[in-house]
């Protein structure tokens, strides 16, 4: 089933202003939107900026904004789309834009770098190594699908309409922090940092972040709302407040 | 005058994936300063690709398991042209660096008694591969991603070497471009590891992203390095068919390793009908033994579907060739079968292969748990590359180290699913190491300057082609050659034609035009990146033509038998000092006494 579909694909630079620009080409069955963007890509547009990797939503590099919602390129199917109206394919809205399709996430890269990392206890088994049982890790595996995409980070109000970027880390770190915190063999104490450096109060559980990750790691039930409350347990149990009283 | 940054590193790593990564852990953690070159952003390389496991002889699962029945393995898969000494190094090493990655964060699936669980893998006799259900890759890049930002390594995103530097013979640093700002970058440093992956996309179906050209490869070949082995490609027998986006696209051995089945368009379960000599005595008999094999009956044999890559795929190739494909020129990989077997069956599909599921369902529309799998076979994996010394992976040229799929020498003319994932941990710590210890005994070396302004110059006269092809066209016609002319089946007339055609090929890549400016502009990275998938095709191409036999991944219709004088030999690849390509046979090393009586006695 061969049909033409029109792309408006957002161009521009940083420095220049930017528009949607039309292509039309003709689709073919199972094209997915990255498919379409290497089709004009090569016959139209060589130079469109466009960032990807593996092709197969695994590697989470072609994030962009898909008739408005966050989603990855490569797993995103035309015929999911009405392609009887153009299809707009923008770049991620809460970050800065290089060019095209591609902006900068590089502050993701910086927030993880703060973040205390993994610190196992001495191993305990008599080969000198652990031993762990599969439930108890089953809810740290799958915050570890992660492919670090950041389309979470993209739909987040915090991060996208209100630009808090100083005060609060976005779902992908308060993911990558329960991972830590859960993981059966971490000794690291890192719920002072998550409620101050990390900001896990900004988070007012809209679940938006849940909604567009296309590992569908249940991130604001499984990550997000058991760090709110080993941070309530610590920081305002009101019996340990005052028992602290009177210490 | 064309500008450029510079940096001063003691080892510069060139790649991030699962080997540079490990080579740069281990060399920050000697104190060097350690510069590690990404082509895309951390943590997105071809690693993350890997789907079933790391093979490494724990024996959690079966204590008959040990490093020496890996080895021998391993040896048998590479059919005994592997460098020895790094299958043995390999198969020792392994189990520790899985602990290690462990000791990091990873979290692999586990038995009852609470240690690292394995699974089944063609070509390895017990179940042997550590895995995170099948997203393995993944768990793996990750711990070392997250482990490694806290060694101090300075990690340059998106930027690409063009060429390597050299002052009088040793190395001196490297020479590439940053993508986002199209700006050049020149590294010193008087140790650089290659790490930089396979060569699929010289191919046009393939497992592998962008990314990978072969840089590596042709960043040595051009310095003047050893490689070796290059006629050995892997074509994996699974990869998906349909939709056209996705074709080439892995589905994990590990699917055959849960009980997945191949089956023509007869329901013929065609594997059991062509078991080579060398595998016989270790194959199952009947649909029944090999069942029983994967539910983990140590008194079963595996099935013939676990037979290693090359012959799984050739099988795969004469099926679709003899008209009992699918309709979109594949064969059947069923898993849903197992419904016959066990009560939970989609259950169990699911929470194992948990990727495959959502891969079909996703892309294909198809729900894996009640209907087959369309595959055939996409080009995987390179077992040639950089000829190395096998216990400190320095190149040919002092300074020069590679590690993982660009190295080569552990997996000889077929790898084993699994053995790439531990080559990377043991290869790329082993890497690390010697080039720190290289860098502190060697001053870096001195750099020139003019040879910096040609290098540059050349990179930019893309940007001046008056009336050059568009580079993603000539780049897709390199990828149908190669397809062509010397893909999985191959003779001596089309591999003549492919030798012939990369002529023309060499020519119309120096003049493609490249619109626009150097700012994240794809067409330049892909005019750049075809300079080297050329050099690679090149050295595919002649090797094999020289090696006049079949031999693992190395299928010659023209000459369909292994050959005991070709068994005995290498094949080296060099730039001549006229520049032109060169091919030479060295013959093997003798195998170390009492290795040869490990492959003698589990022959």
Redesign the interface.
């Known amino acids: 089933m061969i049909m033409n579909a029109e792309f408006q694909i957002w161009r521009g630079?940083k420095d220049s202003a930017g528009r949607f620009e039309s292509y039309t080409i003709e689709t073919?069955?199972?094209?997915?939107v990255?498919?379409a963007v290497h089709h004009i890509?090569?016959s139209q547009a060589?130079?469109?900026?466009?960032?990807?990797?593996?092709?197969?939503?695994?590697?989470?590099?072609c994030s962009a904004e898909i008739n408005g919602t966050p989603k990855l390129m490569c797993?995103t199917?035309l015929s999911e789309l009405p392609l009887g109206q153009p299809v707009t394919i923008a770049p991620l809205k809460a970050f800065p834009l290089?060019?095209?399709l591609?902006t900068?996430?590089?502050w993701n890269?910086r927030v993880?770098?703060k973040i205390p990392?993994?610190r196992?206890r001495k191993?305990d088994a008599p080969d000198?190594?652990?031993?762990?049982?599969?439930e108890d890790?089953d809810r740290?595996?799958e915050f570890?699908?992660?492919?670090?995409c950041f389309l979470c980070q993209d739909v987040c109000h915090v991060l996208r309409d209100h630009q808090q970027f100083e005060s609060f880390s976005g779902p992908r770190y308060m993911v990558y922090l329960a991972a830590?915190e859960m993981?059966p063999?971490?000794v690291e104490d890192r719920i002072p940092l998550i409620k101050k450096e990390n900001g896990i109060g900004l988070c007012n559980i809209t679940k938006c972040c849940t909604a567009v990750c296309p590992e569908e790691i249940r991130i604001t039930d499984n990550a997000i709302i058991p760090l709110k409350e080993r941070v309530v347990d610590r920081f305002y149990d009101p019996i340990r407040k005052l028992f602290n009283l009177f210490k | 005058m064309i500008g450029y940054d510079e940096w001063h590193y003691d080892v510069l790593v060139i790649g991030a994936g699962g080997a540079g990564l490990r080579a740069a852990i281990e060399a920050s953690a000697t104190g060097a300063r350690v510069g590690v070159i990404c082509k895309s952003l951390l943590g997105k390389a071809h690693t993350v690709m890997a789907e079933g496991g790391i093979a490494a002889a724990l024996s959690n699962v079966d204590e008959r398991d040990n490093w020496q029945v890996h080895f021998t393995d391993t040896m048998r898969g590479g059919q005994y042209i592997n460098n020895w000494r790094m299958a043995e190094l390999h198969a020792r090493e392994a189990p520790k660096c899985v602990h290690e990655l462990e000791s990091w964060g990873a979290l692999f699936d586990r038995t009852d008694d609470g240690r690292i669980l394995q699974r089944n893998f063609g070509g390895h006799k017990y179940p042997r591969l550590a895995h995170v259900g099948d997203r393995t890759g993944l768990e793996m890049i990750r711990t070392l991603q997250d482990h490694g930002i806290h060694m101090g390594m300075e990690v340059h995103m998106e930027c690409t070497i063009i060429s390597l530097l050299k002052d009088e013979g040793r190395i001196a640093g490297a020479f590439g471009y940053d993508r986002q700002r199209g700006g050049f970058i020149l590294f010193h440093a008087p140790a650089v590891i290659l790490a930089t992956g396979g060569v699929g996309r010289a191919y046009r179906i393939t497992s592998n992203s962008w990314e990978y050209s072969g840089d590596g490869h042709a960043l040595a070949y051009q310095a003047g390095a050893a490689l070796i082995d290059m006629e050995f490609l892997q074509f994996h027998p699974t990869g998906m068919v349909w939709p056209p986006g996705v074709q080439g696209i892995l589905v994990t051995e590990g699917v055959r390793g849960e009980g997945g089945i191949l089956l023509n368009n007869k329901n013929e379960r065609f594997m059991f009908n062509d078991i080579p000599p060398l595998y016989r005595n270790q194959t199952a008999d009947s649909p029944e033994e090999g069942w029983r094999y994967t539910q983990g009956d140590r008194d079963a044999r595996r099935p013939p579907e676990l037979l290693t890559r090359d012959h799984v795929a050739r099988c795969i190739v004469r099926e679709i060739r003899e008209g009992r494909g699918s309709p979109h020129k594949g064969v059947y990989l069923d898993i849903s079968w197992i419904r016959e077997k066990m009560p939970d069956a989609p259950g169990f599909i699911r929470r194992k292969l948990p990727g495959m599921y959502h891969q079909f369902k996703k892309l294909a529309g198809i729900d894996i748990t009640k209907e087959p799998m369309e595959v055939g076979p996409t080009t995987h994996y390179m077992m040639g590359g950089v000829m190395v010394d096998a216990d400190t992976q320095m190149s040919t040229i002092p300074g020069l180290f590679a590690a993982g799929e660009c190295a080569a020498g552990l997996h000889g003319a077929n790898r084993l699913g699994g053995n790439s994932l531990s080559d990377l941990l043991v290869f790329g710590k082993r890497a690390g190491l010697y080039a720190a210890e290289f860098a502190s005994q060697n001053k870096a070396g001195k750099t020139d300057d003019v040879n910096i302004q040609s290098l540059a110059d050349d990179a930019v006269s893309f940007f001046r082609q008056p009336d050059g092809e568009n580079p993603y066209a000539v780049m897709t016609a390199l990828q149908e050659m190669m397809q062509d002319l010397a893909g999985i089946v191959r003779t001596e007339s089309e591999l003549l034609q492919a030798k012939e055609s990369l002529i023309q090929f060499r020519q119309r890549a120096r003049k493609v035009r490249v619109e626009g400016n150097r700012e994240y502009n794809n067409a330049w990275h892909t005019a750049l990146d075809l300079q080297h998938m050329i050099i690679v095709s090149e050295a595919i191409t002649l090797a094999a033509i020289y090696r006049k036999e079949s031999r693992g991944a190395h299928f010659r219709i023209d000459y369909p038998d292994p050959d005991p004088v070709n068994g005995k030999m290498n094949q080296v690849i060099r730039k001549d000092s006229d520049g032109r390509m060169r091919v030479e046979s060295i013959p093997l090393k003798p195998v170390r006494p009492d290795l040869q009586q490990l492959i003698d006695e589990m022959k």
Do not use: Y
């Open positions: 630079g073919t069955e199972g094209m997915v990255l498919d890509q090569s060589p130079d469109l900026a466009v960032r990807w990797n593996c092709k197969a939503g695994k590697c989470g590099s797993m199917r290089i060019r095209d591609v900068d996430v590089s890269f993880k770098k990392p993994f196992p191993p000198g190594t652990w031993r762990i049982a599969q890790i740290v595996q570890r699908k992660c492919i670090e830590l993981h063999l971490d």
